[in-house]
């Protein structure tokens, strides 16, 4: 009898270990789990990168009528829109019109309305710009560009009301 406990007992801290095991191995593998889903949350963040320009300077420019420094945003190439006049510009074109733009309607307040896009290259804004005698809604369009961001639409509608 004494044997038969003896050998229950051994039986049982065989399973007792055992049990220790397959504990340890699934604490390894929920580690591992969790690593898996850390690293994959990581490489779907980065689609939804944070835009690499600062807003913040984009906003500044156009409440000061600053062109030379928005250009810095734009694209090589870039679809301007004033008022219905639209055309495909170069970026130092593009420059030049919004400098005009600017002289004629110098800024009294710019706003950033709403921000959007999708999270591949695409981003949108939507901006309300202010002058002494006439407001105007600002969209602003861009793509990414390697590292950047820059501008490849800017459209300058003229508000009625």
Same mark, same amino acid.
């Given at each position: 009898m004494d044997n ?8 049982l801290q065989f399973?007792i270990?055992l ?5 340890g191995f699934?604490?390894?593998?929920i580690a ?10 990581q490489?779907?963040a ?13 906003t500044?420019y156009?409440k000061?009528?600053s062109s030379?420094?928005?250009?810095k945003?734009? /694209? %090589?190439a870039?679809?301007l829109?004033?008022n219905?006049?639209? $055309? +495909?510009y170069s !970026?130092n074109?593009a420059?030049? *019109?919004?400098k005009?733009f600017?002289?004629?309607?110098p800024p009294?307040d710019?706003k950033?309305?709403h ?5 591949g290259?695409t981003?949108?804004f939507?901006g309300?710009?202010t002058?002494?005698? /006439? %407001? ?5 369009k861009g793509a990414?560009? $390697? +590292?950047?961001? !820059?501008i490849?639409?800017?459209? *300058?509608?003229?508000?009625?009301f």
């Amino acid at each position: 009898m004494d044997n038969y406990f003896f050998q229950k007992k051994k039986d049982l801290q065989f399973h007792i270990g055992l049990i220790f095991e397959v504990i340890g191995f699934m604490k390894k593998i929920i580690a591992l789990l969790t690593l898996s889903v850390l690293l994959f949350m990581q490489s779907n963040a980065s689609d939804f990168r944070p835009i690499l320009f600062n807003l913040t300077d984009v906003t500044v420019y156009f409440k000061t009528g600053s062109s030379k420094d928005l250009a810095k945003y734009f /694209d %090589q190439a870039i679809n301007l829109n004033i008022n219905g006049h639209q $055309g +495909d510009y170069s !970026k130092n074109q593009a420059e030049f *019109i919004l400098k005009d733009f600017f002289i004629k309607y110098p800024p009294t307040d710019f706003k950033i309305l709403h921000k959007g896009g999708s999270p591949g290259p695409t981003m949108f804004f939507v901006g309300s710009y202010t002058t002494d005698t /006439d %407001q105007f809604r600002i969209l602003i369009k861009g793509a990414d560009k $390697g +590292d950047l961001m !820059k501008i490849y639409s800017l459209e *300058i509608i003229k508000m009625r009301f």
